[in-house]
């Protein structure tokens, strides 16, 4: 479970009002819902399909209600693993890179 707080711009309607922020948070996120349905549609190219932070932060925290098509669902899942898999390598790589340097520094002040 992620640590980063989920809905934090969240608008809340109450019954009976207008509130122009709910409408216009509504707007962003059928935007986005959207753009990710047109990227997973191509199927030439929603493979190497990569998803913008607002698109995953959208994802987490309205996913859930989110209704796709079957297909749709399946390639962003796809997109969404390849995409953790890619920042986990990513980050191993810069911490293997963070080491080395480090390393060498101790050799340079050793020798």
């Known amino acids: 479970m992620s640590s980063e707080k989920r809905n934090q711009n969240n608008i809340v309607n109450f019954p009976g009002t207008i509130n122009p922020a709910v409408d216009e948070q509504h707007k962003e996120i059928v935007k986005v ?3 990710i349905q047109t990227k997973m549609s191509d199927d030439n190219t929603w493979h190497n399909a990569i998803l913008t932070i607002q698109e995953i932060k959208t994802l987490a925290n309205y996913g859930e209600a989110m209704e ?3 297909l749709i669902s399946s390639r962003l899942n796809s997109v969404l693993a390849t995409t ?3 920042r986990t390598i ?3 790589l810069i911490w293997i890179e ?4 480090a390393i060498y520094q101790w050799v ?3 020798f």
């Open 33 to 35: 819902l959207v753009n």
């Open 68 to 70: 796709l098509k079957p």
């Open 84 to 86: 953790l898999i890619r």
């Open 90 to 92: 990513l980050e191993d």
């Open 98 to 101: 963070k080491k080395e340097k």
């Open 108 to 110: 340079k002040i050793l």
